[in-house]
């Protein structure tokens, strides 16, 4: 079982940044992808981004494409979520997870991850 904690989160400025980590501990010689998903207050959870596990295959959704990118170190079991010039309709709630299976290949759709993180709040606010 997986074990996974998000941090970085905080209140930014629109056209600031943030970076949020997601640092995994538990059993991690074998999982497989990490995602990003959010959710915003009134919507349905979003899938943000996802790295394969040898961070040699990205997926982002259409809405943070050139803005956000997504990184691992697998020495440190972290991957990050950086988030440049963010907009106020990034605010939500950032969760990170994993996906049990190694695979070529990353999908941001959440049916395919089996271990969350409890969040991590992103206000972008001016």
């Known amino acids: 079982q997986l074990h996974l904690v998000e941090s970085g989160g905080g209140l930014v400025q629109p056209g600031g940044s943030l970076r949020l980590s997601c640092t995994v501990s538990?059993?991690?010689?074998?999982?497989?992808?990490i995602g990003w998903f959010r959710r915003a207050p009134g919507k349905e959870r979003e899938g943000v981004s996802c790295?394969?596990?040898?961070?040699?295959?990205?997926n982002y959704a259409d809405s943070v494409k050139g803005r956000f990118t997504i990184s691992r170190d697998n020495a440190k079991n972290t991957v990050y979520l950086q988030m440049n010039s963010l907009k106020p309709e990034d605010t939500a709630v950032y969760y990170c997870?994993?996906?049990?299976?190694?695979?070529?290949?990353?999908?941001?759709?959440?049916?395919?991850?089996?271990?969350w993180g409890q969040g991590t709040q992103v206000t972008v606010s001016s």
């Open positions: 538990g059993f991690t010689l074998n999982y497989g992808a």
């Open positions: 997870a994993a996906v049990p299976t190694i695979r070529a290949m990353c999908i941001v759709h959440h049916v395919l991850y089996d271990s």
């Open positions: 790295i394969t596990s040898g961070g040699d295959s990205t």
